[in-house]
């Protein structure tokens, strides 16, 4: 059972800046996909961002636009979540979600149904 890894998760002030990782050990997510969701205290899971390894092509949902970035490594076995200007309403279990020999569709992006594997969560929160 392929499983994806998370890191890089924590406690920051507002205003601070934190980089979230995801992995699948041994594998590489090649022309794949990799999405980012989260999930607050007592709310549903909603989509952040996602990338398509392929193209590089990236998706946000509104509330993070200018703020986070999403990138694949040259290798194509991590991609990355750097979340700059941070807010309390961040704060949620950061969940990676991805898939490896085929992209996602663009329009679709923030669908959880596009993909495969999933990580155990990593948990951000954004206090003073």
């Known amino acids: 059972q392929v499983e994806l890894v998370e890191s890089g998760g924590g406690l920051v002030q507002p205003g601070g800046s934190l980089r979230l990782s995801c992995a699948a050990p041994?594998?590489?997510?090649?022309?794949?996909?990799v999405g980012w969701f989260r999930q607050a205290p007592g709310k549903e899971r909603v989509p952040v961002a996602a990338?398509?390894?392929?193209?590089?092509?990236?998706y946000y949902t509104d509330a993070v636009k200018g703020r986070f970035t999403i990138s694949g490594n040259t290798a194509k076995d991590t991609v990355y979540l750097q979340m700059d200007s941070l807010k309390p309403e961040d704060t949620a279990i950061y969940y990676c979600?991805?898939?490896?020999?085929?992209?996602?569709?663009?329009?679709?992006?923030?669908?959880?149904?596009?993909?495969?594997?999933w990580g155990q969560g990593t948990q951000v929160t954004v206090s003073s």
């Open positions: 979600a991805g898939k490896f020999q085929t992209g996602i569709i663009a329009s679709a992006w923030y669908k959880e149904d596009q993909y495969y594997y």
């Open positions: 041994g594998r590489t997510f090649r022309a794949g996909a």
């Open positions: 990338v398509r390894l392929g193209d590089r092509h990236t």
